[in-house]
């Protein structure tokens, strides 16, 4: 359980860093550019997916030595790709539909406030299932 823990923790601390970099991208994308929001989205998500793979396999979790880099690396793409359209999906959620379709949301909070808190929830539950699948398909048993 401690060791459980301990990794939970370093995952946490990548986790931030690779939000650093998703947020900080996303959020110069949003206020200094013209760009739609889900591909704002998609430019700070896929920077730091990478960060993301090079920190986690260094340091959160255990190679599996069956397997070679190039298909953990394939792997780790494919699962990160599921948490992209899930992320892009809950973005879109909680940004486009529910500012538009529920009215309390949109008498509380701009919309550039929710494009913010939008991401945040989205990272967030995407952050667990990142933990969870990566734990799963990578880590060696």
Do not use: C, H
């Not at 359209?85 to 529910?98: A, D, I, K, Q, R």
């Not at 299932?129 to 990566?134: G, H, K, T």
């Amino acid at each position: 359980m401690k060791k459980l823990i301990e990794q939970i923790m370093k995952f946490g601390i990548v986790g931030v860093l690779s939000f650093g970099i998703d947020f900080g991208i996303y959020s110069a994308f949003v206020y200094f550019t013209s760009v739609p929001v889900l591909v704002a989205n998609f430019f700070g998500f896929t920077i730091s997916v990478i960060f993301n793979y090079l920190m986690s396999m260094k340091f959160v979790f255990q190679r599996n030595e069956d397997m070679d880099r190039k298909s953990e690396f394939t792997i780790f793409v494919i699962l990160s790709l599921i948490g992209l359209g899930l992320n892009e999906l809950l973005v879109w959620l909680f940004v486009e539909y529910s500012y538009e379709n529920i009215s309390i949301i949109a008498e509380v909070f701009s919309y550039n406030m929710m494009k913010m808190i939008g991401k945040i929830l989205a990272t967030g539950i995407v952050m667990v299932y990142n933990f969870i699948s990566r734990k799963i398909f990578l880590e060696k048993k």
